[in-house]
């Protein structure tokens, strides 16, 4: 008997969940798990040994756009919370973030439901898993390490202050409510603002030229890749800056983890909805300015 953690969801539904899926795996040291997320599967190398495996997902994420790979068990019940199939249980942890939850991203009610789903599961095949949480800020993420010793110091050879803005767009049309040039707009702010006093880094390259104007493909060759590597590295470099600017997307939301919340040298400003704000600020703890455009 297997327990199979899946997810259909985009990088941001996947690292969000990367606490609870490392909780249960711990929590259950005599199951045998299979990890099968559509993309961003670089977050769960530390978990993988003799009794925890990969798998690829049959409907994966190319970088922006979801390619239907194959058809089995998992694409067919894409949507369903849990399922229990020729003796495995199948756990859908982009249901689990999302099912029953007032914001997508909040974990404030996750540890309750995850245990009364883990009862249902019970009651209806008699297998016992556990889930040991007390508070859930132990469900924030905590980022794999990767050696940025090279950024690091390039970084510092500018010799000059340090500001990130993750210029990416969401997949889920969460940038509709603003210009569809919302980037350009922010840039050339932040260029007008600060741009002789900050090196400004930019999570993708753009149209716009000036000479303290960099991103993270041309700087440092850090490429989006479907592992999601490159989204660890991006908030590795975010927590070197000295103001950090994001909006309400997958990519930008790899900032809430253990180890950017903690550094409190980093100011934070977010661009977008006041119900995603509240939670980043008051559940997360992020210290964050709410920006308005």
């Given at each position: 008997m297997?327990i199979?953690?899946?997810?259909?969801?985009?990088?941001?539904?996947?690292?969000?969940?990367?606490?609870?899926?490392?909780?249960?795996?711990n929590d259950?040291?005599?199951?045998?798990?299979?990890?099968?997320?559509?993309?961003?599967?670089?977050?769960?190398?530390e978990l993988l040994?003799?009794?925890?495996?990969?798998?690829?997902?049959?409907?994966?994420?190319?970088?922006?756009?979801?390619?239907?790979?194959?058809?089995?068990?998992?694409?067919?019940?894409?949507?369903?919370?849990?399922?229990?199939?020729?003796?495995n249980?199948?756990?859908?942890?982009?249901?689990?973030l999302?099912?029953?939850?007032?914001?997508?991203?909040?974990?404030?009610?996750?540890?309750?439901?995850?245990?009364?789903?883990?009862?249902?599961?019970?009651?209806?095949?008699?297998?016992k898993?556990?889930?040991?949480?007390?508070?859930?800020?132990?469900?924030?993420?905590?980022?794999?390490y990767?050696n940025?010793?090279?950024?690091?110091?390039?970084?510092?050879?500018?010799?000059?202050?340090?500001?990130?803005?993750y210029?990416?767009?969401?997949?889920?049309?969460?940038?509709?409510?603003?210009?569809s040039?919302?980037n350009?707009?922010?840039?050339?702010?932040?260029?007008?603002?600060?741009?002789?006093?900050?090196?400004?880094?930019?999570?993708?390259?753009?149209?716009?030229?000036?000479k303290?104007?960099?991103?993270?493909?041309?700087?440092f060759?850090?490429?989006?890749?479907?592992?999601g590597k490159n989204?660890?590295?991006?908030?590795?470099?975010?927590?070197?800056?000295d103001?950090?600017?994001?909006?309400?997307?997958?990519?930008?939301?790899?900032?809430?983890?253990?180890?950017?919340?903690?550094?409190?040298?980093?100011?934070?400003?977010f661009?977008?909805?006041?119900?995603?704000?509240?939670?980043?600020?008051?559940?997360?703890?992020?210290e964050?300015?709410?920006?308005?455009?």
């Amino acid at each position: 008997m297997k327990i199979i953690l899946h997810s259909p969801g985009h990088n941001g539904d996947i690292v969000l969940v990367l606490g609870i899926i490392k909780k249960l795996i711990n929590d259950n040291l005599d199951k045998e798990f299979i990890i099968i997320p559509a993309c961003s599967d670089y977050l769960f190398n530390e978990l993988l040994s003799d009794r925890v495996i990969f798998e690829e997902h049959p409907v994966p994420w190319n970088i922006d756009k979801n390619i239907h790979y194959k058809t089995n068990f998992i694409s067919e019940n894409y949507s369903i919370l849990w399922n229990y199939h020729n003796g495995n249980i199948y756990i859908n942890f982009w249901r689990v973030l999302v099912h029953d939850n007032y914001n997508c991203i909040s974990l404030l009610n996750r540890p309750l439901f995850i245990i009364h789903l883990l009862q249902d599961i019970y009651i209806k095949t008699r297998i016992k898993l556990f889930f040991h949480c007390i508070n859930y800020k132990e469900l924030i993420p905590i980022l794999p390490y990767i050696n940025i010793v090279y950024i690091t110091e390039k970084i510092k050879s500018y010799n000059k202050k340090l500001m990130f803005f993750y210029n990416q767009s969401s997949y889920s049309g969460c940038d509709t409510n603003y210009p569809s040039n919302i980037n350009e707009i922010l840039i050339q702010r932040l260029l007008a603002q600060h741009g002789e006093d900050y090196k400004i880094i930019l999570s993708k390259p753009c149209d716009i030229i000036h000479k303290n104007l960099i991103n993270v493909e041309t700087e440092f060759g850090n490429f989006p890749s479907h592992d999601g590597k490159n989204l660890i590295i991006n908030a590795n470099i975010a927590n070197l800056c000295d103001m950090v600017f994001f909006k309400n997307n997958g990519g930008s939301f790899f900032l809430l983890n253990q180890i950017n919340i903690a550094n409190k040298n980093v100011k934070y400003y977010f661009i977008g909805e006041s119900c995603y704000f509240n939670i980043i600020k008051n559940e997360y703890e992020l210290e964050c300015t709410l920006l308005s455009i």
